[in-house]
């Protein structure tokens, strides 16, 4: 089969969804019942169908509604033209506004991230044309599995006005570490993820402690959400230095991470302060992050983070992989993602041991010993389940959310709450 059997785009859909999410705390709120996220379907001329998954807020929609009607007659091959699309696009639409997604990443343009799902169904088509995984369309896969890591939450037993879920309450370090437990024992993970910026930064001390005692050998991580200020952020690394493998966003800005850096040997990861190709020059020069979390939802496609994965090793910075909630075919992307970026070595986020509902055909993603093998298939190698994606169409119809706001679901239980950023 030619490149050229792909043949162009001739309509590309744009489905929101919603599934089901527990009642997960973090530094600005808790969790909504609900996860909205978009899938794209890039239908061609030739018959192909390439798909791509995104966030699902009202004007993420509105901007993926509009570049989605531009995009019919543009060659699959012609991933540039796709980003001439959209910035022009943008520039008619939205005036080329920024973005903002879940009260913790601010964007000041969103070409990169309506963009990305369009490049991932443009590569899902390429490879599904020449019979080649995603995978090798980015130079190859260097790993033949991914690893990723368990990513605990403090949190609620159930939603309110629910039955609890199947998690339970995790608030006591025991509790956390049950957590654990269990992910470690179901999914494999040698790595673990605790999310803070929840409780005094005692009580996640003592969270992480008890993970170190309870899981020796794994590599831990804590990610507070910039909850805490310097000075607690330096004592905290004092703390856990030796403990953790490396410490995420503690504190604000690059200006506050750099001053953390200044004292500790602890690695500072980011997915906060450098999300941006913007971000890298004044973090590179302030020395304020050793590890980078790369998100191609964010930065622009696989492309583009594989030129940020480049970017980091020319500069001595590690690499890892932010998670945000999400569904297979993210997953399927950041697998292949993983797997052809030489110097991504930390095991990745992943939200996905938390949800409970797919719109992929099982029995490509399984989690065994931590990892998830590269799909051997053409393409992103997924294949879409209509009547699940039709299922949580509808879920998305009748649940009521438009948007991500943790913030405000938070203050329906807890009406003085504020946003615990660098609170502590």
């Known amino acids: 089969m030619t490149p050229y059997a792909a043949g162009r785009v001739s309509r590309v859909t744009v489905t929101p969804v919603a599934f089901r999410d527990p009642p997960l705390l973090n530094v600005v709120g808790v969790h909504q019942p609900f996860v909205l996220r978009a899938i794209v379907q890039a ?3 030739s018959g192909l169908v390439g798909l791509g998954e995104t966030y699902a807020d009202q004007a993420h929609l509105d901007r993926l509604g ?34 903002s997604f879940g009260g913790m990443l601010d964007l000041s343009s969103a070409v990169d991230t309506v963009a990305a799902p369009f490049e991932v169904a443009l590569l899902d088509l390429q490879g599904k044309a020449l019979g080649r995984p995603v995978s090798d369309l980015l130079g190859g896969a260097v790993r033949d599995r991914v690893p990723f890591s ?56 003592e969270t992480v402690e008890a993970l170190a005692a309870a899981f020796p050998g794994h590599a831990l991580r804590i990610d507070p959400n910039g909850a805490w200020t310097v000075g607690t952020s330096i004592e905290v690394a004092r703390r856990l230095a030796g403990v953790l493998e490396y410490l995420e966003d503690p504190t ?18 980011t997915n906060m302060c450098v999300i941006s190709f913007d971000h890298l020059k004044p973090a590179v020069a302030a020395d304020a992050v050793q590890v980078v979390l790369s998100d191609h939802h964010l930065w622009g496609g696989l492309r583009r983070s594989a030129l940020l994965g480049g970017i980091c090793e020319t500069f001595g910075m590690g690499l890892s992989m932010h998670s945000n909630s999400h569904l297979g075919v993210s997953l399927a992307a950041m697998t292949h993602l993983a797997a052809a970026t030489p110097n991504l070595t930390y095991a990745c986020d992943t939200h996905y ?8 055909k099982p029995g490509v993603l399984e989690f065994r010993e931590g990892s998830v093998a590269v799909p051997a298939g053409p393409g992103l190698g997924v294949e ?39 609170r502590w």
């Open 43 to 45: 239908h061609t001329d």
């Open 66 to 99: 509009a570049v989605a009607a531009a995009l019919p007659g543009l060659d699959v091959f012609d991933v540039n033209g796709l980003r001439r699309v959209v910035v022009e696009t943008l520039g008619a639409a939205t005036g080329g506004a920024g973005a």
């Open 150 to 205: 368990a990513y605990l939450f403090y949190k609620w037993a159930g939603h309110p006005g629910q039955d609890d879920d199947g998690w339970g309450e995790g608030r006591t370090p025991e509790q956390l570490v049950a957590q654990a437990g269990r992910m470690v024992a179901e999914y494999g993970f040698t790595a673990v993820k605790l999310k803070g910026g929840v409780h005094e930064p005692r009580h996640e001390i």
């Open 252 to 269: 604000p800005g690059i200006a506050g991470m750099a001053e953390v850096a200044r004292h500790t040997d602890l690695p500072l990861a």
């Open 353 to 360: 041991p938390w949800k409970t509902e797919e719109v992929v």
């Open 384 to 422: 879409l389940d209509e009547d699940a994606l039709g299922a949580l169409h509808e879920q998305y119809v009748t649940c009521g959310q438009r948007g991500r706001e943790d913030t405000a679901y938070m203050r329906t239980v807890v009406p003085d709450f504020t946003p615990n950023t660098a």
